[in-house]
Each structure stands twice: as structure tokens, then as C-alpha cells.
T-cell receptor, first 112, second 115 residues
Framework: GQNIDQPTEMTATEGAIVQINCTYQ??????LFWYQQHAGEAPTFLSY????GLEEKGRFSSFLSRSKGYSYLLLKELQMKDSASYLC?????????????FGTGTQLKVEL | DTGVSQDPRHKITKRGQNVTFRCDPI?????LYWYRQTLGQGPEFLTY????????KSRLLSDRFSAERPKGSFSTLEIQRTEQGDSAMYLC?????????????FGEGSRLTVL
């Protein structure tokens, strides 16, 4: 099986920086995704890491440590529109191909 | 450019009835996934296809659930004898095995309410 843990809720201030952590335990690890999901909408892709290190995309960065089973999503210069659920998803190589398993999501609330 | 589309967007049904959802993936994507999501939870894997072959089905999926992708294009998810616990958002996603990250592109979902 797989365990994916991330905080349930976080609150941050507009303009600040927030880090959302994700830890996982799995065999056949083949990459980690972060998705953003606004209430009532579909998840949308934010970032992907397969090798250790930091991937930066504008205000969003994601870090991976495969040996520690750990990733984080860093959001800079927070805006009100960043209030959403952030989903950590682990890609696992299975007999039939790749499968994504999602964590429960971290609900981020950005306040003035 | 069309993304993943799902139909219907909302379905209200009485317990015991059968329901069917349809998903049309991005045309060049060969993989298609079904997930279920309840409030406050992440998407839960149900099953996935590569072309017309169903490669994996979650052990959580009871025999009342069946999915097909007969021609390797659109897919249907049928739930027979619905129960109140089936109330959820059913998300379809597609991806390509031709390079890239293998990211999933999600549809807007089909929300099921079982009364």
C-alpha cells in the first residue's frame, strides 16, 4: 500500500510565503505531482518532480527528496486566488503502467 | 482545443437505481482514469485503461461498479443498485504515454447524489 501524508489545513497572509509538506511511503516510486484544486473544480497540474532537488515555476516551486520520502510545495507572493486545496500525488510504477495515488489535500486559506 | 469532458455534470438518483457516466478524453491520450472524490478528500483511484484494455481496478471497487472503454476512445462508468455511500464526485482524467511527465488532465467531474 501507500501512505501519503500532508497537513489538512493551512492559513497564510497575502504576499507571504507558504510551504506545504508531503511525506510518502511507497514501492515503485516513479515521480511526484502537485495539483491545485479550487472548490467545485477539477484538479489542475502545478509541478512534477522525479529526481531529487528543486523545480521552480514562477511563484511556485516544488522540492523532492526520494531518500526521505518527502516533498514540499512552496508558494511565494501569495494572492487571494491561491486559496485552494493542494494535492500531493505519487506516481507508482505498476504491472500495467503508471498510476497516481493522491493524498487527502491541504486546504490553504489566504487572508488579507 | 478540447479538454476532458464528462457527462452528465450532475446526477440525482434514488437508491437502487443504476447510473452511467461518460468520459471523453483528450483525443491523442491513450490512458484514461476514473477517480472518486468526496468532500475534503483527495481523488481516490478506481480504475484505468490503456487504449481499450482495463489495466487495473481498485480493490475498493465493488462488483456494482463497471467501466468500459470499448474502442479506446470514450469510456463509461456504470454503478448498479446505487447506495447512499456512492454519493461523490466522479472524476475522469486522461494522459499520454508519449514522453512528458505523464500528468493527468482532469475533466470537470460528474457529481452523483443518491437519495
Amino acid at each position: 500500500g501507500q501512505n501519503i501524508d500532508q497537513p489538512t489545513e493551512m492559513t497564510a497572509t497575502e504576499g507571504a510565503i507558504v510551504q506545504i509538506n508531503c511525506t510518502y511511503q511507497t514501492s515503485g516510486f516513479n515521480g511526484l505531482f502537485w495539483y491545485q484544486q479550487h472548490a467545485g473544480e477539477a484538479p489542475t497540474f502545478l509541478s512534477y518532480n522525479v529526481l531529487d532537488g528543486l523545480e521552480e515555476k514562477g511563484r511556485f516551486s516544488s522540492f523532492l527528496s526520494r531518500s526521505k520520502g518527502y516533498s514540499y510545495l512552496l508558494l511565494k507572493e501569495l494572492q487571494m486566488k491561491d486559496s485552494a486545496s493542494y494535492l500531493c500525488a505519487v506516481k507508482k510504477l505498476t504491472g500495467g503502467g503508471n498510476k497516481l495515488t493522491f493524498g487527502t489535500g491541504t486546504q490553504l486559506k489566504v487572508e488579507l | 482545443d478540447t479538454g476532458v469532458s464528462q457527462d452528465p455534470r450532475h446526477k440525482i438518483t434514488k437508491r437502487g437505481q443504476n447510473v452511467t457516466f461518460r468520459c471523453d478524453p483528450i483525443s491523442e491520450h491513450n490512458r484514461l482514469y476514473w477517480y472518486r472524490q468526496t468532500l475534503g478528500q483527495g481523488p481516490e483511484f478506481l480504475t484505468y485503461f490503456q487504449n481499450e484494455a482495463q489495466l487495473e481496478k481498485s480493490r475498493l471497487l465493488s462488483d456494482r461498479f463497471s467501466a468500459e472503454r470499448p474502442k479506446g476512445s470514450f469510456s463509461t462508468l456504470e454503478i448498479q443498485r446505487t447506495e447512499q455511500g456512492d454519493s461523490a464526485m466522479y472524476l475522469c482524467a486522461s494522459s499520454s504515454t508519449s514522453g512528458g511527465t505523464g500528468e493527468l488532465f482532469f475533466g470537470e467531474g460528474s457529481r452523483l447524489t443518491v437519495l
